[in-house]
T-cell receptor, first 115, second 112 residues
Framework: EPEVTQTPSHQVTQMGQEVILRCVPI?????FYWYRQILGQKVEFLVS????????KSEIFDDQFSVERPDGSNFTLKIRSTKLEDSAMYFC?????????????FGPGTRLLVL | RKEVEQDPGPFNVPEGATVAFNCTYS??????FFWYRQDCRKEPKLLMS???SGNEDGRFTAQLNRASQYISLLIRDSKLSDSATYLC?????????????FGSGTRLSIRP
């Protein structure tokens, strides 16, 4: 079964450093998402991406965040200057079509720890 | 009012029991509804979509009541492997995007 993959599985960084989280969505999917989940809290939507541009973003997704699809397969989330509160699990998800019942497939996540 | 609200639990039930979870959503324009399960420190995985007519998948039954903005999940003959957090997810559609909102989840623990 095709799956979404994410790298790295874990990342530890110092406050103020830049991090790039990588995702490889399912190959024929067209819509891509990033979510985060702070430990013990709910999954929060960050951003959706379609046709090489952001289609929707939440209040969390401020100027410190950016997304890119640099080479047609990878989908990256960059945090420019990490803060302690950015520590969370970051999930990538992809979807094939915008059909009403289309399923989102989640990657296994990257656990980010900011010290 | 929270956009998607769930009883956080935990529900602690014996193996074989029937357990029901509820979820309410605030936006009447919401169009798609799902139940996901999430195991500890893992990604959410789709359990089932929820249709207006109600739908069943083995031991799992999901119901949607649009008038009351209420979704339910029933698990019959619960197994130890059903222990997880169950997430209610609501999707709203706009002209060029969709918004996906997760509930905080209901924790279920099945005991032998």
């Amino acid at each position: 079964e095709p799956e979404v993959t994410q790298t790295p599985s874990h990342q530890v960084t110092q406050m103020g450093q830049e991090v790039i989280l990588r995702c490889v969505p399912i190959s024929n999917h067209l819509y891509f998402y990033w979510y985060r989940q702070i430990l013990g809290q709910k999954v929060e939507f960050l951003v959706s991406f379609y046709n090489n541009e952001i289609s929707e973003k939440s209040e969390i997704f401020d100027d410190q965040f950016s997304v890119e699809r640099p080479d047609g397969s990878n989908f990256t989330l960059k945090i420019r200057s990490t803060k302690l509160e950015d520590s969370a699990m970051y999930f990538c998800a992809s979807i094939g079509l915008a059909g009403a019942q289309e399923t989102q497939y989640f990657g296994p996540g990257t656990r980010l720890l900011v010290l | 009012r929270k956009e998607v609200e769930q009883d956080p639990g935990p529900f602690n039930v014996p193996e074989g029991a029937t357990v029901a979870f509820n979820c309410t959503y605030s936006n009447s324009a919401s169009q798609s509804f799902f139940w996901y399960r999430q195991d500890c420190r893992k990604e959410p995985k789709l359990l089932m979509s929820v249709y207006s007519s109600g739908n069943e998948d083995g031991r799992f039954t999901a119901q949607l009541n649009r008038a009351s903005q209420y979704i339910s999940l029933l698990i019959r003959d619960s197994k130890l492997s059903d222990s997880a957090t169950y997430l209610c997810v609501v999707q709203e559609y706009y002209s060029s995007a969709s918004k996906i909102i997760f509930g905080s989840g209901t924790r279920l623990s099945i005991r032998p």
